[in-house]
């Protein structure tokens, strides 16, 4: 493997991505714009329930979170690079298989593994224009008290949430090659993820028995360690734990992704479904 | 009139197979209908952290189980979602796959066709609607047995349909235009719920979003279907009789400016030459 090649083949995919989301020019606004509601209804849902103050006392006692508006954002935020990546990642071979490009793609002899790093790479470029907007919007809206301590903490959660989250997506990819039906697996998969996550409110206040549910994403310790970097104070030595699971799902997923994508191109290749949909 | 409702017909059948074909992944579509079980569990889970840690019960006018409140707005979510994507979403399927100027050029009635498209979706949402009900009568403590005023239900949800229909209306021509209406359907839906009532009394919001949501016939709608589901409450009922004429104004003001905008941006596209770029 000829680094430099596969460097050129993500530069490809990731120009090709990059020119294609300014194309549609109210995309580039919208996806700052659409998440505000999302996160407006869940810090509503609180506020429909008791005063502002006595909930912020009540998450400043029980779970150390200086801020409930803040603790949505970041579960919120830490969701849509989810989805992003999972689209921008997972769901792309759909998305090459609808432009009718896929077998022309697969032809060449690109790396699979580097299309789909290129995918997600240009996923993170994209997510990070609105992470960015996302916050600033919030923050003017919502007001978020922070309590960041370490800045290296801060970034390094974010790094590794975000290789996490790749893998991820690599690891659906080849899943995406076989069903037809990739839209509908990544769209019926976002209820799910969202509840057994904890985005909307603390991981441990799901019922005992759905807890090892939520602990099997990789999401569910992107978020907790990035509130506990951002709203809690903590420092890389209080992430440690966190940090380890997130490589490791990295690691894992990545190794089976890398697997399963060959096994299940060639499957496809031989029953001659690659291209159809 | 005739042909109409054979496009209407062949159109409805078309999408709901289109649907339909992704049965393969059968498991996929039951998670897709039970979505918005898992936003009524997030409700859930709020509000017993509330209630446990700060001790509030929550109440509102004649409301007090806050759970089955919630269940019956996210009950909506899935008709709100087919309401206002599912015209654009007919077009931009049709864009992709490179049939929208075949269709547009068949001498059929193009309303009638996006209706067909329209009504398919909400077959499914229709299904999500009942699944959400009865989760909640299960797990949440909503009465569906001994109050519940099912002609009532059936109206407010029929009316509340109908009106955001205009949405979906001009969304569908504005996906001639401007292509990725899915973004701003992204916008839309998560607006309309956080701004019509769904989960918490449209009063705990700023004045300003209250106004806002007003004009949205899912305010009126959510208010007449959840009165009849959980106080059993008819047309008698001063406040359903209000939301009824005011959902019944605003469909004869919007489904027109639906319709009319609708077909202004075909026009555009067609004088643009815009109707099969993607």
């Known amino acids: 493997m000829k680094l430099s090649k596969e460097w050129q083949i993500i530069k490809a995919i990731i120009s090709r991505n990059i020119k294609m989301f300014f194309s549609y020019k109210i995309s580039v606004l919208v996806t700052i714009l659409w998440p505000i509601p999302i996160l407006a209804l869940n810090i509503y849902q609180y506020l429909g329930l008791g005063p502002s103050d006595m909930l912020a006392g009540v998450f400043g006692k029980e779970y150390g979170i200086v801020s409930l508006s803040g603790m949505v954002i970041v579960g919120t935020m830490i969701y849509l690079l989810y989805n992003r990546l999972l689209w921008g990642t997972g769901a792309t071979l759909q998305s090459e298989r609808w432009m009718g490009t896929i077998d022309v793609l697969f032809l060449t002899p690109a790396s699979r593994m580097s299309i789909l790093l290129g995918n997600g790479i240009s996923s993170l470029i994209e997510g990070s224009w609105w992470i960015c907007g996302v916050f600033i919007l919030s923050w003017m809206l919502f007001g978020i008290n922070v309590a960041i301590v370490s800045l290296p903490a801060l970034v390094i959660t974010l790094i590794s949430t975000m290789m996490a989250l790749i893998s991820l997506g690599v690891f659906f990819a080849s899943f995406f090659i076989l069903t037809r039906a990739a839209e509908q697996v990544a769209i019926s998969l976002q209820a799910p993820i969202r509840y057994f996550a904890g985005v909307a409110f603390p991981v441990s206040e799901l019922p005992q028995f759905l807890h090892f549910i939520a602990y099997i994403l990789p999401i569910t310790y992107g978020i907790e360690a990035l509130r506990k970097a951002v709203l809690a104070g903590a420092t890389l030595l209080n992430l440690l734990g966190e940090l380890s699971l997130l490589y490791l799902f990295a690691g894992v997923l990545l190794f089976l992704g890398y697997y399963l994508l060959r096994i299940m191109e060639n499957k496809a290749k031989k029953d001659g479904s690659l291209y159809q949909y | ?278």
């Not at chain 2, 005739?2 to 289109?18: C, E, R």
């Not at chain 2, 009789?241 to 005011?246: D, I, K, N």
Request: with cysteine; charged share 10%; glycine share 8%.
């Open chain 2, 1 to 278: 009139m005739s042909y109409i409702v054979k496009t209407f017909g062949a159109t409805f059948k078309y999408a709901l197979k289109n649907s339909l074909r992704y049965l393969s992944a059968g498991w996929f579509i039951g998670i897709n209908i039970l979505g918005p079980i898992f936003f009524l569990l997030t409700s859930w889970n709020i509000y017993e952290i509330v209630r446990r840690y700060a001790g509030l019960e929550w109440k509102y006018a004649e409301f007090s189980n806050y759970v089955a409140f919630a269940t019956v707005g996210f009950a909506f979510l899935g008709p709100i979602l087919s309401a206002s994507w599912s015209g654009a979403e007919g077009i931009r399927s049709e864009q992709q796959d490179g049939t929208l100027e075949l269709i547009f050029i068949t001498p059929s009635n193009k309303i009638a066709w996006l209706i067909g498209k329209m009504m398919a979706a909400q077959i499914f949402s229709l299904i999500s609607l009942a699944t959400t009900l009865i989760t909640g009568s299960i797990f949440f403590g909503l009465d569906l047995l001994s109050k519940v005023n099912v002609p009532m239900a059936i109206l407010g949800t029929t009316l509340t349909i109908v009106g955001m229909s205009s949405f979906s209306f001009a969304l569908a021509g504005l996906t001639f235009i401007i292509k990725r209406t899915d973004d701003l359907n992204q916008f839309l839906w998560p607006t309309m719920t956080f701004l019509c009532g769904l989960t918490y009394p449209v009063e705990v919001l700023p004045l300003g979003a209250q106004v806002i949501s007003w004009v949205f016939p899912l305010t009126h709608g959510v208010n007449i279907t959840r009165r009849a589901i959980l106080l059993g409450s008819g047309l008698f009922d001063p406040i359903i009789a209000v939301a009824t004429v005011t959902i019944l104004v605003q469909i004869l003001i919007f489904i027109p400016i639906g319709l009319f905008l609708f077909t202004k941006f075909y026009n555009v596209a067609r004088k643009t030459g815009a109707l099969f770029t993607y």
